[in-house]
């Protein structure tokens, strides 16, 4: 057991399932970014896939649209800084929808954003449970939480959903992305406390 | 870096200001990179425990840990640093965390740095730094604060400006000293114009603080021309 802290009450006593270890509830919506808020054009956007044998694919705002967005709702994100938030409502395209028909031995995929961010990603682990999200709360996204488009991958703790989303590549074997050069897991489990290397 | 809790006693502590405390920490840690923090965690007497980030103050490779914390009133773990932690008294530290925000004594660039409130910590670490391994490069602050006695380390920044070690420039957003030659107000593009090292000049800088200043900050240093990549940032919380 840890080193009590004498006179240390805390703000919330009643323990909660819905907050992983180390993590404490948060209202607000804070931002972590390493660099400058890029300003990303929803009119210019484009996604662009690749997968490891270096085949192409390439989105527009209305060719994402066209995938078919769906509501993600009551969804709980986690930042390694330790604020979690819950509940949140988003809308974007399922992930699965860019693979569809797409031949590739990937495991993993790095995702890539407009600032030169990168994050690496678990491919089978995160189908079915990442997204291409525009809209948060009903509101197009703000560029500083990542807008106009961002990855969502909720399960996994937040700088792993990348902000400014424009590239997304299909990779054989992992390699680390930004943070995960700087000090933070390859994996990111909050449930599991994978924080840091 | 190792991800574990290790214990931390404190053994001394100081105001900074009124509404702040610096905290000398004694733990067994990897030494630190200048801009690093440590994650900080309490733990009341039934098991309930809290965590936060707070940025070493401290020079890289220091044998103490420095950390300096600004109570928010209605926080849950701040106001127990600044006001309840008694020397001698242990806490638990993990660290020192992240490589990218962080200055290394082997870079020769002019640095430009900018502090909104505690945003000053890290960038103190820099300095700090420098100033232990007699570093020549050119280093400017731009450090903003509300009031006089909002700033943190006065003392000792006062005395490299003087010294000619730093170039330091404050902006106080809600009340200026006797005589202080502006007016209180937020930094904005105009006055990051002057006050800041220009493109030309090729500085890395380094932005840190409440979002709101971070964001304030960086929006104008980009339309001046510097390169997103050579802006590294650190955003603290959510208000300013
Ligand atoms: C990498 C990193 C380094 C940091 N370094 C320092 C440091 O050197 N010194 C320091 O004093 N703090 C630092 N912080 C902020 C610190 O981690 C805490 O967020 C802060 O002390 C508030 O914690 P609390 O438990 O007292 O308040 P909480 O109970 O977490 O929050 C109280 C209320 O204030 C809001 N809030 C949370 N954080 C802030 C904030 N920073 N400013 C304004 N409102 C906020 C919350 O949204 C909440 O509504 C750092 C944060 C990060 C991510």
């Known amino acids: ?197 | 870096m190792s991800s574990s809790w290790v214990p931390a006693t404190l053994v001394d502590a100081w105001r900074e200001t009124p509404g702040s405390r610096t905290l000398v920490l004694d733990a067994r840690l990897e030494p630190a990179l200048a801009g690093q923090h440590l994650d900080i965690r309490l733990t009341a007497d039934d098991g309930y425990t809290a965590q936060r980030s707070y940025s070493l103050g401290s020079p890289a490779g220091a044998e103490r840990f420095q950390v300096t914390v600004d109570r928010l009133d209605q926080g849950e773990v701040s106001p127990y640093l600044v006001d309840g932690l008694q020397v001698g008294h242990q806490i638990e530290v993990r660290g020192p965390v992240g490589r990218w925000f962080v200055w290394e004594p082997t870079q020769t660039e002019p640095i430009q740095l900018l502090a909104g409130g505690s945003g000053i910590v890290p960038l103190m670490s820099m300095i700090r730094t420098r100033e232990l391994a007699g570093g020549t490069a050119p280093m400017r602050l731009l450090y903003s604060v509300r009031a006089p006695g909002d700033r943190f380390y006065t003392d000792e920044l006062d005395d490299l400006a003087a010294r000619g070690r730093i170039d330091l420039q404050y902006v106080f957003t809600r009340e200026v000293p006797e005589g202080w030659p502006a007016r209180a107000g937020r930094i904005t593009g105009a006055l990051l114009h002057e006050l800041t090292l220009p493109p030309e000049d090729g500085p890395t800088i380094y932005v840190c603080g409440p979002t709101g200043f971070v964001e304030a900050a960086t929006k104008p240093l980009m339309q001046f021309g510097h390169e997103a990549s050579r802006i590294k940032t650190e955003r603290f919380g959510p208000t300013g």
């Open chain 1, 1 to 197: 057991m840890g080193i009590f802290s004498p006179g240390f009450t805390g703000r919330r006593r009643e323990p909660r399932s819905d907050l992983p270890p180390g993590q404490y509830l948060e209202n607000g919506f804070p931002v972590l970014s390493f660099g400058p808020t890029p300003h990303v054009d929803a009119d210019r956007w484009q996604l662009t896939l690749t997968t490891e044998t270096g085949e192409r694919r390439t989105w527009d705002w209305q060719g994402m649209l066209d995938l078919g967005p769906e509501l993600v709702e009551n969804t709980d994100i986690h930042c390694v800084t330790a604020w979690s938030k819950l509940g949140t409502t988003w809308r974007g395209v399922p992930l699965d929808r860019f693979l569809d028909g797409l031949q590739t031995e990937a495991r993993f995929v790095m995702a890539g954003s407009a600032d030169g961010y990168t994050t690496n990603l678990p491919l089978q682990e995160i189908l079915g449970r990442a997204w291409v999200a525009y809209e948060f709360d009903g509101a197009p996204l703000a560029p500083e939480h990542g807008g106009p488009v961002r990855l969502l991958v909720p399960h996994l703790y937040f700088w792993k959903s990348a902000k400014w989303l424009t590239s997304l590549r299909l990779m054989v074997d992992d390699a680390p992305g930004f943070w995960e050069q700087n000090g933070y897991n390859m994996h990111g489990d909050p449930w599991r406390e994978e924080r840091y290397w």
